[in-house]
């Protein structure tokens, strides 16, 4: 990439996270409480990112009781 693309891909994002950043103050103002929709999908949105790291942290406690496992299985075969 030339030195001219790297600016433009810079700028892009920044303007499209200055236009993220203010669009809920665009959409509901500065004051009072939010609608009710955005107070539903926050709901929903803390649910499942609870959801997901109770995934994450179930898959990491496979993962690792797999590779204890495995590990296990290597040393007895080696002293074989």
Request: no cysteine; net charge negative; glycine share 4%.
């Amino acid at each position: 990439m030339t030195a001219m693309q790297i600016a433009a891909l810079v700028a892009v994002m920044a303007i499209v996270t200055f236009l993220t950043r203010a669009l809920p103050f665009l959409l509901f103002g500065r004051g009072g409480e939010p609608p009710q929709v955005v107070l539903l999908f926050s709901f929903f949105h803390l649910n499942m990112l609870l959801f997901l790291n109770l995934v994450l942290v179930l898959f990491l406690l496979l993962f690792l009781v797999q590779l204890l496992f495995l590990h296990e299985h290597l040393v007895q075969d080696l002293y074989q």
